[in-house]
């Protein structure tokens, strides 16, 4: 059994959804199945993408969704990217990098860019000429962003940065990267600069491997070395150095959110294909849907499901209408990706056996889930912000 579309198709969509976002998400879908899905296994074996499907994605309007029309966006709202994040989610091809780049990276560039940065980094990411990154982790700093040793030195109208980034997504593809830098790094957090990187345009800029992880095959996670990387200091995000922490923790909400889209989404998807299996597969002379244990367990997932998605709806719409605070958006992420790691369990262990086999989508929604709580700030990191705020 494969991904069963008619299914996926009935799957709740958004709530807060004006008939603009319906019709992305149902062409999303479209565009998914037709495009992606297909070749979503070699991708899977490759371990990454290719560029086509990126500019496929932009000519279908995938790309920069919410960004302005004038920048060669769509004019949307983070209601759009969410669509589209579900539809990735719901069709089942979760290793396409879109999500990152449209609801995480460009943002960055709207919010803090200058005129001139936008105009020269927007439309080509809007058509997948650019594929966006975001550098953060290295490997002695991940969760204490705090300790990011990456440095930027001013040298008249540039800057010389050097440093490693490790586990970072698109990171094979991706030729803009915003880079976590300091600038001064006697200042601590006040001396992190976001610069960005045009990687074609440098000398010096390495990608280490490609890496190789235990779900999320199809997406591209890397190391990236910065050997005396001359940037113009025009680069820099923002009018003075210093403000990267403020606005990465200004943007981080948003990438939290969209962690919980995806979550929301697999989950509905695991559950209608489990309900598909277990009412098809027979033991004991009948359907395994009718032992009372199934019927239980699903009744449960399904109103946990129900829950996770009430609550995301209601996260996006106050997103939406400038309203959401840190803390809400922390315990969405935390929440629905603790959610999502239960119910790919239970799902699986209603499989049997074939759950366990490559062959059946959960298997591998099972593995793809395990990330989503580690990155853009692990669990446990999202239980101290939220606790901090008691
Ligand atoms: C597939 C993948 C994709 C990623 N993509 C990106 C990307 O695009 N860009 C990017 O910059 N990074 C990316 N990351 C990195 C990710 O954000 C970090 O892995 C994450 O923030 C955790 O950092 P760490 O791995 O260094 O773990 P550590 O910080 O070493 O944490 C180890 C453990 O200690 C716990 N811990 C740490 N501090 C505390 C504390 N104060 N209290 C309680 N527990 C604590 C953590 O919760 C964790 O369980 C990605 C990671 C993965 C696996």
């Given at each position: 059994m494969s991904s069963n579309p008619a299914t996926i198709l009935d799957l709740p969509q958004p709530g807060w959804a004006g008939d603009d976002v319906a019709m992305l998400y149902d062409m999303a879908v479209k565009f998914l199945e037709a495009e992606i899905a297909p070749r979503y296994a070699e991708f899977e074996r490759a371990e990454i993408f290719d560029r086509e499907s990126w500019k496929k994605a932009g000519a279908a309007g995938l790309l920069c969704a919410s960004m302005p029309e004038e920048y060669g966006g769509s004019g949307g709202t983070y209601a759009h990217e969410s669509a589209i994040i579900e539809a990735i989610s719901h069709v089942g091809?979760?290793?396409?990098?879109i999500a990152l780049h449209n609801s995480i990276v460009a943002p960055y560039i709207l919010h803090y860019g200058s005129e001139e940065q936008k105009r020269k980094w927007l439309p080509r990411m809007a058509t997948g000429e650019l594929i966006g990154a975001i550098a953060m982790t290295e490997p002695g700093a991940g969760s204490d962003l705090q300790g990011v040793k990456t440095s930027a030195r001013r040298d008249g109208n540039h800057y010389a940065i050097n440093g490693s980034k490790t586990f970072i997504t698109n990171g094979q593809l991706a030729n803009l990267i915003i880079v976590v830098t300091k600038t001064d790094p006697a200042k601590g957090a006040k001396g992190t600069s976001l610069i960005v990187v045009e990687t074609d345009e440098v000398d010096g800029f390495e990608r280490g491997r490609n890496l190789d992880k235990i779900?999320?095959?199809s997406n591209d996670t890397s190391e990236l070395f910065f050997n005396d990387v001359r940037v113009p200091t025009s680069n820099l995000l923002g009018n003075d150095e210093g403000q990267g922490f403020v606005q990465l923790m200004q943007q981080l909400p948003q990438e939290r959110l969209q962690i919980g889209a995806t979550a929301i989404a697999a989950i509905e998807r695991a559950l209608a294909l489990t309900i598909d299996y277990v009412k098809e597969r027979r033991a004991f002379g009948k359907?395994?849907?009718?032992f009372q244990n199934t019927q239980f367990k699903l009744a449960e997932l399904k109103t946990e499901a129900t829950v996770g998605r009430v609550f995301y709806n209601n996260c996006v719409e106050r997103h939406v209408n400038g309203g959401l605070d840190p803390t809400t958006a922390s315990m969405a992420k935390y929440w629905l990706s603790d959610l999502q790691g239960k119910v790919m369990d239970e799902c699986l262990q209603l499989h049997g056996g074939y759950g366990y086999m490559n062959d059946y989508p959960i298997a591998r929604m099972y593995r793809d889930a395990r990330v989503q709580r580690i990155y853009g700030g692990t669990n446990e990191i999202m239980k101290l912000l939220i606790a901090r705020s008691l």
């Open positions: 091809v979760d290793g396409f990098g779900g999320l095959k359907a395994v849907m009718e």
